[in-house]
């Protein structure tokens, strides 16, 4: 946490100079003169081809002058023909007799007698103005009033709902976030109708001016959590954020780790499971990926459909990813570990297979293993990069080949080449992709330790990451939990999943004051008032 308090102070220093920069710039307040206010607006918009002025008039009577400006592209042309300008243009009655009048109550008669549009806000600020023409409003000026109208019309292109290509599961919902943050959070809202579920918005970003939602229970949240994850996100200052992963960086409390400290998902069920535990959720525009924060690495290794299965199934799957991770770290150091100084440990048909398919390698098995080990990355990363079809193509194709090739060539032998594709798939088995990740960079490091001190250099390495765990947190929230924790309510719901009825609390490092999940009728409900009598 000092590491994180300096660069806090860091980050407000820089946030202060940025906000004088601003503060430098002066933009005069709405003006009663149409033909000064977009003269402003224009300056403001210069070499902007895409912000669009329509100037018209208000009443037939007598017309006042009216200007609405937008971004093309950006706003629903329909809502802004048939419901903005139409209705102004040709249903306002306007007679000299109650121009003042008009003026005086034109929000009133913009509102309630014009225009049908669901959301109008006025305002002074210019700057204001300036943000929700960026953001897809509409704003309207009118000639002697020195207010500006801001008419909610966002209609830019957006991606449908679709299920989530990197969290797939057998059983479940289907639908995904998107790139649209209000889509996000009525995908959330859906899921939990209750009114103590908050969706709290900011902006980050002084040149992007992203949109931000953090997510939560308000009666079940824990406050230290949420303060922190309010402050955290008030400090960063950036000129954009363009995804979820720099907010991530920004907010992480060690970023010299490879182990992520905070979850992302692109689903909605997940997110609303995680706000139902007590924990805060983060949705930023632009991205479908949303953050969930705290997160232990219980967390990271389980999935949505382990509470969708019965409790048995959902078990036994989840010991096996935990399986797989460690298979995954450190399989292959064990290769180089035995081949290169313990032999004697393995039966002795084993030792003699290994050493006759080592035969004829030119190399020690240290190079062998980051051989086959950098080959796959390679491969791995270029499927990643290529389209899906031919991405998946170069994955299993090219692996074959290139395995077989460099076994017939007496490069690598075939055992290394077994060992190396089973690493491979068990890191597969790993749901977070950022986990997956972190334990694939910590395979080269205890390969490189085994290959100089055996056995003694995979014990050392994972004492070390062991260690690094341990001191770990996420907004305060040891990393490790909850295996370093004395409770046995908490271990409900970690290697071993026990039946959904069992679990009667939310996890107690993430819930707040109300912890009970299981049984809040009415049974509940006077057990608190005897609680309270009591009291």
């Known amino acids: 946490m000092g590491i994180y308090r300096i660069l806090s102070l860091k980050r407000k220093s820089n946030k202060n100079k940025s906000k004088s920069k601003q503060q430098n710039k002066v933009v005069d307040p709405v003006n009663r003169s149409l033909e000064q206010n977009i003269y402003q607006i224009k300056d403001m918009f210069k070499d902007c081809s895409d912000v669009i002025y329509r100037e018209f008039e208000v009443g037939n009577e007598r017309p006042i002058n009216a200007a609405v400006i937008f971004i093309d592209g950006m706003i629903d042309k329909e809502l802004l023909n048939e419901q903005i300008i139409k209705p102004l243009m040709l249903e306002i009655r306007i007679s000299p007799i109650n121009l003042k009048d008009v003026r005086l109550n034109i929000y009133e008669l913009l509102e309630k007698k014009s225009m049908t549009v669901s959301d109008i806000e006025e305002t002074h600020d210019m700057q204001k103005t300036v943000d929700a023409v960026l953001s897809g409003d509409t704003v ?20 449908g709902v679709s299920q989530p290509e990197t969290e797939a599961v057998i059983r479940g919902s289907r639908d995904g976030f998107t790139e649209t943050i209000r889509v996000n959070t009525v995908l959330v809202r859906r899921r939990i109708r209750d009114t103590n579920f908050k969706v709290k918005s900011m902006s980050i970003g002084q040149r992007s001016k992203t949109d931000i939602a953090i997510l939560y229970i308000d009666d079940i949240v824990d406050k230290q959590v949420l303060n922190e994850v309010e402050n955290r996100l008030s400090d960063i200052s950036i000129d954009g954020v363009l995804e979820s992963g720099y ?151 090219g692996g074959i080949i290139i395995g077989q090739a460099a076994v017939e060539a007496g490069i690598v032998s075939s055992i290394m ?26 395979r080269f490091v205890l390969i490189f330790l085994a290959a100089f001190l055996g056995l003694y250099g995979i014990m050392l390495g994972l004492l070390a990451v062991l260690i690094h765990m341990v001191t770990l947190k996420s907004f305060g929230v040891p990393y490790l939990t909850p295996f370093t924790m004395n409770n046995a309510n908490l271990l409900k719901d970690s290697v071993i999943r026990v039946p959904i009825p069992a679990m009667k609390e939310r996890p107690g490092f993430t819930a707040g004051d109300d912890k009970v999940r299981i049984g809040q009728g009415p049974d509940k409900q006077k057990s608190g008032d005897k609680n309270d009598d009591k009291g």
């Open 140 to 159: 309207l000026l009118l000639d002697g009033y020195d207010k500006a109208f801001i008419i909610a019309s966002k209609g830019w292109p957006t991606r």
């Open 247 to 397: 907010i991530e960086q920004f907010i992480e409390d060690n970023w010299l780790s490879p182990f992520p400290q905070i979850q992302n998902t692109e689903r909605p069920d997940s997110v609303a499971a995680a706000v139902l535990e007590g924990r805060v959720a983060i949705l930023i525009d632009n991205t479908p990926f949303a953050l969930i924060v705290p997160a232990t690495l219980n967390s990271f290794f389980q999935s949505p459909e382990d509470y969708y299965e019965r409790w048995i199934i959902g078990s036994f799957i989840r010991m096996m990813r935990f399986v797989a991770g460690l298979f995954s770290l450190i399989i292959s150091a064990l290769y180089v570990a035995i081949t290169s100084y313990h032999p004697g440990i393995i039966p002795t048909k084993l030792a003699l297979s290994i050493a006759g398919n080592r035969e004829g390698v030119p190399f020690p098995a240290i190079i062998e293993a980051f051989i086959m080990e950098i080959t796959l990355e390679m491969l791995r990363e270029a499927g990643v990069r290529l389209p899906g079809p031919i991405g998946q193509t170069i994955g299993i194709v």
């Open 417 to 442: 080449v077994i060992i190396v594709a089973f690493s491979a798939i068990s890191s597969f088995a790993i749901p977070n992709y950022s986990v997956a990740i972190g334990f694939r960079v910590l």
